[in-house]
């Protein structure tokens, strides 16, 4: 991995895991005393630091990301999302319910790709890149 071989890797292993539970305890499993419970307002945090994360930088390596790409697609979204509509504030709900009905179709964003847009907000080019998170999708 050229120019950033002094980073420490922390590997997440698709094949470990089916569901997005499944992820959210890969991805906890990686932190030094802190447990991450799945909220991705709380995973954006933790990929800011402070949280069991190592300090200056790291590279984060998904193996098999492309069986966690099927795992966490529109299906999987609209879990999540149904999930989220329950508890979400009624300002919130139109656009929710927008967001499920494309899923529904097989449109939009996967939750996969919503995890992949915020670590890659956190290395380069995003827009918290001096968090210096480098994903590497195997």
Do not use: K, Q
Request: proline fraction near 4%; charged fraction near 25%; include cysteine.
């Amino acid at each position: 991995m050229t120019g950033h071989d002094d980073l420490p890797v922390l590997v997440i292993d698709g094949s470990r895991f089916s569901d997005f539970a499944g992820f959210t305890r890969e991805f906890s499993g990686l932190l030094d005393g802190y447990r991450w419970r799945g909220s991705l307002d709380a995973f954006n945090d933790v990929l800011r630091g402070g949280f069991g994360t190592p300090d200056g930088g790291w590279v984060l390596r998904w193996l098999d990301s492309r069986t966690s790409r099927a795992a966490l697609g529109h299906e999987a979204t609209i879990l999540r999302l149904t999930e989220l509509l329950r508890t979400c504030h009624p300002s919130n709900r139109p656009s929710i319910e927008a967001r499920i009905a494309a899923a529904r179709r097989g449109a939009g964003p996967t939750l996969f790709d919503e995890i992949v847009d915020i670590i890659r907000n956190h290395g380069p080019g995003g827009r918290e890149a001096e968090d210096r998170v480098l994903l590497e999708l195997a």
